[in-house]
């Protein structure tokens, strides 16, 4: 049973690109959940979706940032124009039921903003 | 709001030792409280979850409690080894559904 997976593992954007952080969940979880680790500082939760639905986006920047999670594929999110302070780690996870039940974690993707 | 601190910042005991983490958080109303360890550039292991109506957890080695009341969680590791050497996060979620991370312990078991 595969675990959580992201990719990519790495992406280097420029100042003003996209970037594209894709994450699939555990087989037979409907739940996922985007955290970011910046430097030196802890895991901040973003965003909690459910297929089709957005449920918790408090933690996620006003502007440039979006996630989506499809019927079919793999939860996205989105940054657009990105800037340096975008760079961190980006975390996944999922769960079988709502947030309160054990969340399973994804390698990351470590995004680096030059 | 729901803060969640851990003490020590870093810790480094040699191989052999029983040690323990510790986790405190502000807001004794939390659903559940959950252990993670981080290794460098890699994603999170879920340790040991407790509920809110546990008051500890075993697997293996690691050993974790939860008192509620005093806001309070530890995390006991027995006979560390070099291999625990990682980052460790407690998280809880409260009844508002919040999510909230410590800052974590850095450990390192000298060999």
């Known amino acids: 049973n595969a675990g959580v997976m992201q990719n990519p593992r790495h992406l280097v954007r420029r100042r003003g690109q996209e970037a594209r952080l894709r994450c699939s969940p555990m087989k037979g979880h409907s739940h996922v959940y985007w955290y970011r680790q910046l430097p030196e500082e802890g895991l901040k939760f973003m965003v909690y979706l459910q297929k089709e639905n957005i449920i918790d986006e408090s933690g996620m920047p006003k502007e440039r940032f979006s996630a989506e999670f499809p019927k079919e594929g793999p939860s996205i999110l989105r940054i657009q124009q990105v800037v340096r302070g975008d760079s961190a780690a980006y975390f996944c996870?999922?769960?079988?039921?709502?947030?309160?039940?054990?969340?399973?974690f994804g390698p990351g993707t470590r995004l680096t903003v030059t | 709001k729901q803060e969640v601190t851990q003490i020590p910042a870093a810790l480094s005991v040699p191989e052999g030792e029983n040690l323990v983490l510790n986790c405190s958080f502000t807001d004794s109303a939390i659903y559940n409280l959950q252990w993670f360890r981080q290794d460098p550039g890699k994603g999170l292991t879920s340790l040991l979850l407790i509920q809110s109506s546990q008051r500890e957890q075993t697997s293996g080695r690691l050993n974790a409690s939860l008192d509620k009341s005093s806001g309070r969680s530890t995390l006991y590791i027995a006979a560390s080894q070099p291999g625990d050497s990682a980052t460790y996060l407690c998280?809880?979620?409260?009844?508002?559904?919040?999510?909230?991370f410590g800052p974590g312990t850095r450990l390192s078991v000298l060999p």
């Open positions: 998280a809880v979620i409260d009844y508002g559904q919040n999510f909230v």
């Open positions: 996870a999922s769960s079988s039921r709502g947030r309160s039940y054990e969340q399973y």
